[in-house]
Structures are given as C-alpha cells and as structure tokens.
C-alpha cells in the first residue's frame, strides 16, 4: 500500500442547522450559554453618526428564501475608523464594527442596526465607498461567501470606489446596493439566477 508524505485535504461539509446552536444559541431557544448572543448589538444609542436599520433576505435561485441562513457583518463607524488595531486612532466605542444574525425562520428575513460607515482610505491614498462586509453561511453552501453591501444613496462615492472599479459587468454592481426604504436601507442577497449578487473570492 503507497503512504502518501502529506495530509489530505478535509472534505467541505455544508454549514448545517448546527450553526445556529454554535453562533446563535439564544435564536435557538437554548438560553442560559450567553446572556446574549454575539454580535446581536452593533451600536449603542451614543454612537456617532446616522443611526440605521437593514433588513434583508438570502434567496436562492428558484426565489425562495433560505429560512436558515446566518450573515456575519464588518464595517467601520461614521469617521472610516474599523474598531481594533486601526493605525488612524481609537473608533467610535459606540461602534462594535461586528455583527452575527439570523434570519427569521418562517420569512428568512434578518434586520440589523447599525451606524452608516464612512469612507475608508485605501493604502494608495483613494477611498472606498460606505460599505459593509458581509458572510453568508447556511445549509447546502459549502465555503461561506462573501460580499458587500454598499449605499444607493452614495452615488458620488460608489463612482470613486476602487472595488466597484474592477466590476466587469458593470449591469451587476446594483446587486451591491442597499436601497432606501422606510428611514433605512433594503440589501437582498440573492445567490443564483437573475440579479445574481455579486460575490468576492477572499
């Protein structure tokens, strides 16, 4: 029998329904693990800059939605700063810059509140666009994707932004963009078929 020097790679398993118990035990039902959930709150009401909510949805491509889906997001505070080692100074304390949610489990929909980020310089000196990071995970996808959010609103700032920029098709950035509604912002995730979001191999 050949022995192979190196260790084989780990088969990819699909994040399942145990993803909920391990990230968000108290959406679950098992309380008395965390008094609450990690990454539940983003913002404290003394956090600096505009105050707002998102609501989304992760549907697959037959347009059904994905009543077991988590996102992860990362952002900035209002001034650009990403809480942590950022070299610019301290960021909002108000901030945490980290979120961890679940959809609902008969709508799949999912609401955060957070601040609007501001523009984040890149190492050349440009900056990026508001935006925020996020993760998907749910039952039947194997490796978590990752995508951003960005404004409608910021037209001015999406136009400059250096990510955006390397867009090929261009017709498919709108799939990036929170839309206004209601005093906050509307970011549907939508993984195959048409407007198809946009993922980021990172």
Known sequence: ??????????ASQTAGPYVHIGCVPNVCGITGVYPDDLGQVMRT????????????????????PLRDAMIEVWQADA?????????RGPADPGVSGFGRFAGDPETGEWTFDT???????????GLQAPHVTVWIVARGINIGLHTRMYFADEEEA???????????????????MAVPQDGGYRFDIRLQGDNETVFFDV
Do not use: F, S
Not at 45 to 64: E, L, S
Not at 79 to 87: I, L, M
Not at 115 to 123: L, S
């Open 79 to 87: 001034n650009g700063v990403y809480p942590g080692n950022d070299p």
């Open 45 to 64: 009401d003394q956090a600096k800059g505009p105050h707002i909510t998102v609501t989304g949805c992760v549907w697959d491509g037959t347009g059904t």
């Open 115 to 125: 601040v609007k980020p501001g523009r984040v310089p890149m190492p050349d000196g």
């Open 158 to 176: 999406n136009a400059e932004d250096p990510i955006l920029a390397r867009i090929e098709h261009k017709n498919r950035i709108p799939t990036l």
């Open 1 to 10: 029998m050949q022995t192979l020097p190196y260790l084989k790679e780990t």
